[in-house]
């Protein structure tokens, strides 16, 4: 039988147990990561944010949120390693701590599928309101939605291979226009011209507060993990995940220090004051100034940036229901490859539902852009709680598992340091207590992770003797759950 007859018998299951096929390189899973942060999306919409904050040392707090990441991620990917499976962030914790504690960090992870909703929804909610503005032209955000939604999905069930190509394209183009962004600053500065010592700056505006920025500069970071439930459509994983997690952070801290510094710089950095204040995405009033009619680049990178989001949200959120479906903590329905393109199919299908329920409900109620913040708020707080379990399980691992790898500056350190700089995230996030209607976030996030709990202690269990990976997979019987 040739290779090509046993890898379609394998993806049919008629041989042997369905099998994702490994049809990414490096690039695409880079990309896979920095696609998740959606870099573009967060810096637009976060920034204006920040400078309230911070005013010119919001540079200073991205490259602290930035560290704060790059140690979690180097720590974390010595488990990817270790177990490349498609339940991401579920393997590495049942395999450090238990399943019960793997089941419940997943849980909180899998606010993801809603993720790309509402981000969908607030970037329709944009161009909606640019195009009425700009062009007396009326596009109700509801027929953007459904659209960015419908896509993305159809492009992930087509095929992985296919969803990575998309992600080369999308997400050189918005790296590259942050790039000019911050570059175009500085070659037409503001108020204030160009002073070096303003890169680094330390001061604070009246009022201010550098470690609030510092938490809107994690979440600029927030999704840098999302290689690793693709882990088992990637060709050498062990070496190609934890490239792509720690590489897309540290290529994106120097792309957003560039970027926000450039930003601010064509602002003028002596009248920060209505950067902070203004009505308008400051961004576009920028690029009104320069590129005149060409300001809708920006529009199109933005949209750019949300769409490779959706389709990095979705390959997460579905890539680990079909692995924990594998192994029986979710339902077995969902254990299902398409026979034609290899992709979790009804898992596709069922994420395609949540996203759009849960998009129109909370756009029609709250709007999109609160919908948004409310959002982004209570992943803030779980992405929290997944990042610090995960530093837990590393020291777990390497101490109780792995002693003879044991690093105290990877497996101490940096777990340590970044958990509690997260922490410190965490108590600014929600003191004092946001208000109301984004304040509802935190009450989702409680909600969600109490789910995620009782979810652990019923169905965690079910998991053991069953393998993090495929079987016949290599390092499957070592990633057999005791």
């Known amino acids: 039988m040739s290779a090509e007859a046993a890898s379609s018998m394998a993806v049919r299951g008629t041989a042997a ?76 914790v049942t395999e450090s ?17 809603v993720a790309a909703a509402l981000n969908a929804g607030f970037i329709s909610e944009i161009i909606e309101n640019q195009l ?70 330390t001061t604070v505006p009246k009022g201010g507060d550098f470690a609030l920025a510092v938490v809107f500069a994690i979440f600029f970071y927030a999704g840098w993990e999302g290689a690793a439930p693709v882990a088992e459509e990637t060709q050498n994983p062990r070496r190609n995940i934890p490239i792509a997690m720690i590489g897309s952070l540290v290529l994106l801290l120097v792309v957003f220090v560039i970027s926000v510094w450039g930003t601010m710089v064509g602002w003028g950095t002596d009248r920060l004051a209505s950067f902070a204040s203004a009505v308008a995405l400051p961004n576009f009033t920028l690029v009104h100034q320069w590129w005149h009619g060409a300001w809708i680049i920006l529009l ?97 691992f390497f101490l109780r598992k792995a002693r003879q790898d044991f690093n105290v500056i990877k497996h101490v350190v940096f777990p340590i340091v970044s958990a509690a700089g997260l922490v410190y995230v965490f108590y600014k996030t929600v003191h004092p207590f946001p208000a109301y209607p984004v304040g509802a976030g935190v009450w989702w996030a409680l909600g969600w992770a109490l789910f995620g709990v009782i979810l652990a202690v019923v169905f965690g269990n079910r998991a053991r003797g069953k393998s993090l990976l495929p079987e016949g997979e290599e390092g499957a019987e070592e990633a057999r759950i005791s």
């Open 132 to 201: 009425k503005s700009n062009y007396s032209f009326n596009l109700p955000w509801q027929v953007t939605f459904v659209v960015i939604i419908v896509a993305t999905r159809f492009l992930v069930w087509r095929g992985v291979k296919l969803t990575g190509k998309a992600l080369i394209v999308l997400g050189s183009i918005e790296l590259s226009v942050l790039l000019i962004l911050g570059l175009w600053g500085f070659a037409d500065p503001g108020h204030g011209g160009v002073q070096a010592s303003t890169a680094f700056s």
């Open 300 to 396: 199109l990178v933005l949209l750019n940036s949300v769409v490779c989001f959706a389709l990095c949200g979705t390959l997460v959120a579905t890539r680990m229901m079909y692995g924990m479906s594998r192994v029986g903590v979710m339902p077995s329905w969902l254990n299902s490859l398409d026979p034609r393109f290899g992709t979790p199919h009804r898992a596709i299908a069922v994420e395609l539902v949540i996203a759009l329920v849960v998009g129109f409900v909370m756009g029609t109620i709250f709007g999109p852009p609160e919908a948004f913040f409310i959002y982004g708020l209570a992943a803030t707080l779980l992405y929290i709680a997944v990042y610090i379990v995960g530093n837990a399980g590393v020291m777990l």
């Open 97 to 113: 701590i238990g399943p019960r504690w793997g089941l419940g960090t997943a849980w909180m992870e899998l606010i993801y599928m």
């Open 17 to 92: 147990e369905p099998k994702l096929q490994r049809e990414l390189r490096l690039p695409q899973v880079f990309m896979q990561s920095l696609g998740t942060i959606a870099p573009a999306a967060s810096l637009i919409f976060t920034i204006q944010l920040m400078a309230q904050y911070a005013g010119l040392s919001s540079v200073l707090a991205l490259v602290i949120g930035g560290l704060v990441m790059v140690m979690a991620a180097v720590s974390i990917s010595d488990l990817a390693r270790r177990v490349p499976s498609s339940a991401g962030y579920y393997a590495y």
